[in-house]
């Protein structure tokens, strides 16, 4: 079993920066690619980015392409979310979670998530 903690979601004025963190519990170190989810009021979770087991892989988002920049650290179990020049439309609650599956996953392919962290962009 698996339990994903996020933490450092808050409220930030727009162009400015947030980190998020993913604490691990369980043996996850290496085991599972970690991905970035985010859902906004009335709409659908939504992919932002992953990370692959090796590190070697990120692929993002369009929407966050140049701007947020995933990392993971195996020894500590945490993968981290750095987000920059951030936009209203960011606003959303994000969710870490693990798959078993390749970086490529789906969002179905995932199986462990976090309880999510709130992040509201102000204009």
């Known amino acids: 079993q698996v339990q994903l903690v996020e933490s450092g979601g808050g409220l930030v004025q727009a162009g400015g920066s947030l980190r998020l963190s993913c604490a691990a519990s369980?043996?996850?170190?290496?085991?599972?690619?970690m991905g970035w989810f985010r859902q906004a009021p009335g709409k659908e979770r939504e992919f932002v980015a992953v990370?692959?087991?090796?590190?070697?892989?990120?692929y993002y988002a369009d929407s966050v392409k140049g701007r947020f920049t995933i990392s993971r650290d195996n020894v500590k179990n945490t993968v981290y979310l750095q987000m920059n020049s951030l936009k209203p439309e960011d606003t959303a609650v994000y969710y870490c979670?693990?798959?078993?599956?390749?970086?490529?996953?789906?969002?179905?392919?995932?199986?462990?998530w976090g309880q999510g962290t709130q992040v509201t962009v102000s204009s």
């Open positions: 369980g043996r996850t170190s290496g085991r599972y690619a």
């Open positions: 979670a693990a798959t078993r599956a390749t970086s490529r996953a789906t969002k179905e392919e995932y199986d462990y």
């Open positions: 990370i692959s087991r090796s590190i070697s892989t990120t």
